[in-house]
Structures are given as structure tokens and as C-alpha cells.
């Protein structure tokens, strides 16, 4: 109010000078824009947007990637046709992707938002806690499916080693069994997804005026309705955050599995299935291209409601 | 510790290096900072040369080789220096990146030469116009080289694309003191193998190790099982995409696979070779059909311990007449700078001079060069040498004698699909056939 009021006021006495002098832009400013602006926008269109409508515009070919645009040779729907009846991988993958998000959705983010909330209550060695939490984020990806690895392989893995003899006792095929190796592995994407959820909802939490949760305690809610009735409401902006994240973890996952077993065997993804058909000498293009269209329409669904959402709020 | 090639995972250096690969795959961003480094210690490797290039002209080469590779070629480029002036500026790329980026590799600007493997993987490329054919460096090579070389060596249009050096046999290896106190004698008919496998389940062994994590190593046992029952030809043309998958005799070969299957290891597809590996060492598992690189990982006391026999006779009709033994060796891209220079580094390094130099330096490989030494072979390298010279006809390894496309993103999963399912074998070939026309057009 204070601000407004002197601005007002400033505005009122510098008269019409001012108003002209913060409409009109010196060339270095103009150009300054243009940089600011145009930069970003280059590598956008450059980086995204070409990549995107090419992709888009391969999947109705066929193509080895070998040699001119002019051995591109347009096959219609064909691509689209056979992943979805003969590609073996292809609805395991696509199951297995949702298997993901409503792991993430289900185990890994609620996981990480109680974590974040214990943490909050400045518990003692609190610190250490939320280091020991938060590691599995710091650390990469693929270091993740190394330790996934090192952890459940059925011969020299910690699990066998432990409770096994694998000599003479039935090992238990954490990676090799299709029917359970999603599952094991799934496991570890909740722990590093628990992390990086945590971390973000403590930002949150620490952000909340502490008053609201005095209040409440005041009225006499008990912690479970301060948290559901209270807490949760006024971190909306953070859960969408989550929500938005949790979607888009699930459907870019990828590292874990490859590493494992080159996401083959039960743990296929559509990631890995769009790596394996246009890296490499495999090389068919428009046939993973396809499979990336189908990825690229699957998470248009939350892009489309996040930014919806987004500009609800900006409106209100 | 040779180059056994796939679309997946590959050599036995690499597979040493497990944490390394697998950091690599972290991804392009990766993949490409090791490609500059690479380029980069390659132009420092080179520089001492450099005034001798000037006078010559420089050769350059593009190289996948890992570990001890790295040092045996290093040995033969210099040796190639010093007898002709030529310089060689050597490119060393990790294995299995330089694979996965062949494509753009090889259609942006390649090395004038660069390392490769023989056979459809080979041809792929040269029927694709990206490299170029070196008949004239064959007439020196062919009085040395066996006729099974220079065939895999042999592009589609009849013209050769490639000098080989080096390659390794799959046989079925075993550790003689465990068969020595057991008794067993090696299996030559397929009864004789069930019943070997049958004795050593009863003496609580795993009778066959075999591991299947990394998709590509069950690919040796149906290329074995198909070339004894159908014949060296008829995989020939089942790889080439001329032959139906759901036809009776690949039908069968999976029929004759399940008889295995009671004798495997557990947990197979949970399992990467070098498990199985670990598993015949320590004398948990009587035998294991692997590349010669089975030995790279065992302690140097365990070497001399190990010996192998050829894959058991199925069908009378073709013997044991066939093995998968891949060939690896060096092509020309399709237009060097240097072209008469890099004729004269593929042409030496398919001579014994080179090879002789190569080979003790990289052990574990064969030389493909008749007249090559092999004074410094170990007997386990004698006997693999005598196979792959009395066995009539060589196949490469389904990865490299079949489409790329086809082999990774098709018959991995296909074969563990069986070994998950082995039920199924109808569904299963029939699946097969229809993305192999998919994939081949017809």
C-alpha cells in the first residue's frame, strides 16, 4: 500500500516525461530484448520444436538414417499399425510405464511428502536425515541401476548373499524373472523419487507461514485434520509441482532399466524401446520415431492439464 | 578377450570395465564427451609424427579397441610408420560407443580407416555405399588367407570390403581337472551331451551354464542348434531374411533347445556371461558354450585348466561341419583422404608381420593369416586354431550375420521370450516372422 501510494505520488510530480521515458526503449535495450528473447526462442524452436515435428513427420516413413533425405520413403500408418500388432515389447511397455507412475504416484511421492513433513518438525539429527534422504537424488541415475544391480543380482547380489545360498538354495531372480523384476526395480525408483519429492515438499513446508498450523492447533485440530485440512490446501502450487513431476519421472524413466538389463525381459519401457530401434546400428528411424509419438501424445495429458491449471491461477 | 560384437554389449575388455560401460550409457551427452576425448588424446598420440606425415601423407584411423587393444595396435601402426613413412593418426573410440554411432559415424566424416567386423554386418554397410571396395589389396592377401576369411570378408556385390586379423571360436568349455575327477569324457552325438548333462545334474553340478541378461549370448546356442540340424546353408539364408521363421525347421530347433533347458543354470536371464563365467571356474557348472573369451576373466592359475570340444553332432548329415567363429578387421570408408595410404595400412595389417605384432600383445584372439606365428599360442589356442581350420564352415554370430535391426530389436527379446515361455514355440516363430517381414519388406 505504502509503495503504491508513493509511486502514485512520484508519477503525479514527475508528470508526463516520466510516463514517456518508460515506454520508449534505447536501441540497447531493444537489442538487449532481442537477445533475451530471441535466444531462448532460437534454441527452443532449434532444440524442441524441430526435433518434435521431424519426429512427428518420420513416423510415417521408413527410414534407416543412411544417406539424403531423398531415401525417406513415405509408408503412411504402417509404423503405427505394426507397433501395435506385432511388436511384442510394445504393450508391456506401455503397461509397464503406467506400472511406474502409479508406483511414483502411489508409493514414491507419498513417501517423500511424509518424509519432508517428519523432517519439518525439526526432529533431532534432523540434518542427518535429510543428507542420508537426499543422496539418492545427488546421485545419477545410472548409478542408481548400478547399486539396483549390485543389490538384487540373483549370484553375487547383497539380497542372495544374504538370505541365500545360491550353491544350493533357490535364488529368487529379482532381475531375471519377468513376472517380479519390475516390481524389485520399482522399489528403487521409489526410494530416489521419495528423495527428490522430499526435498522439494521441505521447500514447501519451510515456506508455510507457521501461523496457519498455530491456528489450527488453537481451534483444536488434531495434527491428521491440521495437515489434510490445513497444510495441504495452502501447499497447492507445490503439490501440482509434485504431481507434475511424478508424471513426468514416470514417463521419462529410463536409466534404471537400462543399465539393468538393457530394458529387455519384463522391464521394457517406451523409452528404452524408442532408444533401441533409432540408436545404434538398429537405425529404424521412423519405426521409433512412432513409438516416440506415441510417448510424446501420453504426456501431452498433464502438460495440457499443468498449464491449464497454471493459467487458472494466474488469472484468479 | 576378443571383440564379440552385439548390439548390446560386447567385447571382454568392455565387459571387465563393467562400472566404466555402464557410466557410459548415462547417455549422448556422455557418449559424446568420450568421442572428444578420445579425438583429442588421438591428436596428441599423433603429434611426434607429425613431421613425417608432411612427407608421406597420414592414414587416419578410426578405432574401437579397448584395453590391451589399444596397445596392440598402437605397436602395429608404428611398425607400419617405420616401414612405409605413412603416419597414422589413430581415433580411439569406446567399443561400444564407436558401434552405436557407426551410422552417423560413417555418413559424417570417418577416419580413412577404421576397425570392423566381418560378415552381413560388413556388408550391410558396404551394399549402402559407406565403404570402399579393396579387391586390389586382396590379390597380396588371398594365397594367405583361408577361403572362409576372404568369403566373410566379401561384400554382397562380390567385391571385398574388409581385412581381417583376428577372430575366436564358440565351442563348449569345460575345466579338465573337474571332468578328470568326475570322469566325464567329451559328448560327440547330442544322446551322449543329455547324458553327460543328466550324469553331472546327478553329481549336483549345474551341467550348462548359461546366462542370457545381456539378450545377445543365447544367440550362440540357436545358431549352433540351427547349423546341426539345418545345416550351415540354411542359416546362411535364415539370417539373410530368405528363409520363413515359422517354418519347420526353426520350429525344431527350438523343439531340440527345450531338452537343454532342465540343464541351464537358474536364474539365466538374471545372469551376464561373466556370471556364467564365475560359475565354471568355480566348478559350479560343468560346461558353458561361450566365444574364447570365456577365460579372460579366470585367475591366471585356472587358465591352463580349461579345454573345450566342438558343439555335439545332431543331424548325421552335416557333422560337426559348421561353427560360429566371428572375424574382426579393418574396412576403408567410402572416400579416404588418403586412399593409397590407407590400401597400404589395411593390406599390412591383414599380413603376418602385423598380425605376429598384434597378437601377443592382445592374447585371447586367433590370427586368420595362415603364415602368422603361432609359436606363442597357449595349447588351449592351439586346439581353437585346429577347430576353426578343419571346420568346413564359419558363421559369424547371428548379430553379425543378420540385419542389425533385426538382431537387436527383434530377436533378443524373441529368444528370451522362449527361454521365459518355452511353451509357446508356435506363437513365438510365428511372432518372429511377422517383424521379420516387417523389417526385411518381405
Redesign the interface.
Same mark, same amino acid.
Given at each position: 500500500m505504502a509503495t503504491d501510494i508513493a509511486t502514485k505520488a512520484s508519477t503525479r510530480a514527475d508528470g508526463a516525461r516520466r510516463r514517456k521515458r518508460a515506454v520508449r526503449l534505447s536501441t540497447w535495450d531493444r537489442v538487449a530484448i532481442a537477445v533475451m528473447v530471441g535466444i531462448p526462442v532460437f534454441l527452443t524452436g532449434a532444440l524442441i520444436w524441430f526435433p518434435t515435428v521431424s519426429s512427428v513427420l518420420l513416423s510415417f516413413t521408413n527410414w534407416d538414417g543412411i544417406g539424403g533425405l531423398h531415401t525417406i520413403h513415405w509408408i503412411g500408418t504402417t509404423n503405427y499399425r505394426q507397433i501395435v500388432t506385432i511388436y511384442p515389447s510394445f504393450w508391456p511397455a506401455f503397461e509397464h510405464n503406467f506400472y511406474w507412475l502409479f508406483a511414483l504416484a502411489f508409493v514414491g511421492t507419498p513417501m517423500g511428502m511424509l518424509l519432508a513433513y517428519e523432517l519439518d518438525k525439526n526432529i533431532r539429527g534432523t540434518r542427518l536425515y535429510q543428507s542420508a534422504f537426499y543422496i539418492p537424488v545427488v546421485i545419477a541415475p545410472a548409478i542408481i541401476g548400478l547399486i539396483t544391480e549390485l543389490v538384487l543380482s540373483p549370484q553375487q547380489g547383497l539380497i542372495s548373499s544374504l538370505f541365500a545360498d545360491p550353491r544350493h538354495g533357490h535364488v529368487i531372480d529379482w532381475l531375471g524373472n519377468p513376472a517380479i523384476n519390475i516390481w524389485a526395480v520399482l522399489v528403487f525408483a521409489c526410494w530416489r523419487h521419495a528423495s527428490y519429492v522430499m526435498i522439494l515438499y521441505l521447500a514447501g513446508l519451510k515456506a508455510l507461514d507457521p501461523t496457519l498450523r498455530e491456528a489450527a492447533a488453537i481451534d483444536g485440530a488434531s495434527e491428521a485434520q491440521a495437515y489434510f485440512k490445513v497444510v495441504l490446501p495452502a501447499l497447492k502450487p507445490i503439490n501440482i509441482v509434485l504431481v507434475v513431476i511424478t508424471v513426468i519421472e514416470a514417463l521419462r524413466a529410463f536409466d534404471i532399466v537400462y543399465i539393468i538389463n538393457h530394458g529387455r525381459n519384463g522391464l521394457e519401457l517406451l523409452s528404452v524401446l524408442i532408444t533401441d530401434n533409432i540408436i545404434g546400428e538398429a537405425s529404424r528411424i521412423g519405426y521409433g520415431s512412432a513409438i516416440a509419438v506415441v510417448l510424446l501424445v501420453i504426456s501431452i495429458v498433464p502438460i495440457v492439464v499443468f498449464v491449464w491449471n497454471s493459467f487458472q491461477q494466474a488469472d484468479a | 578377450m576378443s571383440d564379440h560384437s552385439s548390439? #548390446?554389449?560386447d567385447s571382454a575388455e568392455d565387459k571387465n570395465l563393467l562400472?566404466r560401460r $555402464? !557410466?557410459l550409457?548415462?547417455g549422448a551427452a556422455g557418449a559424446a564427451a568420450l568421442y572428444t576425448a578420445g579425438a583429442s588424446k588421438a591428436f596428441g598420440a599423433a603429434a611426434p609424427t607429425e613431421e613425417v606425415a608432411a612427407a608421406a601423407g597420414t592414414v587416419t584411423l578410426g578405432s574401437y579397441e579397448t584395453g590391451p587393444g589399444i596397445k596392440a595396435l598402437a605397436a602395429v601402426t608404428k611398425k607400419f610408420t617405420a616401414n612405409t613413412g605413412i603416419a597414422v593418426k589413430t581415433n580411439t573410440v569406446d567399443h561400444n560407443t564407436f558401434?552405436?554411432q557407426?551410422?552417423?559415424y560413417l555418413?559424417g566424416h570417418p577416419d580413412d580407416v577404421f576397425t570392423w567386423f566381418a560378415g552381413y554386418?560388413m556388408q550391410f554397410f558396404a551394399a $549402402?555405399g !559407406?565403404a570402399t571396395p579393396i579387391d586390389d589389396v586382396w590379390k597380396a592377401l588371398t594365397p594367405q588367407m583361408p577361403p572362409a576369411v576372404k568369403a566373410a570378408s566379401t561384400g554382397l556385390d562380390g567385391h571385398q570390403y574388409l581385412v581381417p586379423n583376428k577372430n575366436y571360436p564358440w565351442a563348449v568349455y569345460y575345466r579338465k581337472s573337474l571332468w578328470k575327477a568326475n570322469g566325464y569324457t567329451a559328448p560327440k552325438t547330442w544322446a551322449q551331451f543329455i547324458a553327460l548333462a543328466k550324469k553331472m545334474q546327478a553329481d549336483g553340478l549345474t551341467p550348462i551354464a548359461f546366462t542370457d $541378461?545381456?539378450?545377445w549370448p543365447a544367440m550362440g546356442t540357436f545358431d549352433i542348434l540351427n547349423m546341426r540340424i539345418n545345416g550351415y546353408q540354411y542359416h546362411v539364408n535364415l539370417m539373410a531374411g530368405k528363409q520363413s521363421w515359422d517354418s519347420p525347421q526353426v520350429k525344431a530347433v527350438f523343439q531340440k533347445w527345450t531338452e537343454l533347458l532342465p540343464y541351464y543354470s537358474?536364474?539365466? !536371464?538374471? !545372469?551376464t556371461w561373466q556370471?556364467g563365467a564365475?560359475?565354471l571356474e568355480n566348478k559350479?557348472a560343468g560346461m558353458f558354450l561361450l566365444g574364447g573369451f570365456v577365460t579372460s576373466n579366470f585367475k591366471p592359475a585356472n587358465q591352463p585348466d580349461v579345454d573345450f570340444f566342438p558343439y555335439p553332432m545332431i543331424n548325421p548329415k552335416w557333422g560337426q561341419d559348421s561353427i560360429d567363429a566371428p572375424i574382426d578387421g579393418y574396412m576403408l570408408s567410402k572416400s579416404p583422404k588418403n586412399l593409397s595410404g590407407a590400401k597400404a595400412l589395411v593390406g599390412y595389417f591383414g599380413t603376418a608381420q602385423a598380425i605376429n605384432l598384434y597378437l601377443p600383445l592382445n592374447p585371447g584372439n586367433l590370427a586368420v593369416n595362415k603364415r602368422a606365428n603361432t609359436s606363442h599360442y597357449t595349447p588351449l589356442q592351439k586346439k581353437e586354431a585346429a577347430l576353426i581350420a578343419r571346420t568346413k564352415h564359419i558363421a559369424q554370430y547371428m548379430d553379425r550375420d543378420t540385419r542389425?535391426?533385426f538382431a537387436?530389436?527383434v530377436m533378443?527379446? #524373441?529368444l528370451?521370450?522362449f527361454l521365459?515361455n518355452p511353451g509357446d514355440i508356435n506363437g513365438l516363430v510365428k511372432?518372429i516372422q $511377422?517383424?521379420k517381414v516387417?523389417?526385411f519388406g518381405s
Open positions: - | 548390439p #548390446s554389449s562400472s $555402464k !557410466l550409457y548415462t558401434q552405436e557407426i551410422n552417423s555418413q554386418r $549402402k !559407406l $541378461k545381456d539378450g537358474q536364474g539365466a !536371464l538374471g !545372469l556370471d564365475t560359475q559350479q542389425p535391426d537387436s530389436t533378443i527379446p #524373441s528370451q521370450q521365459n511372432s $511377422k517383424q516387417a523389417i
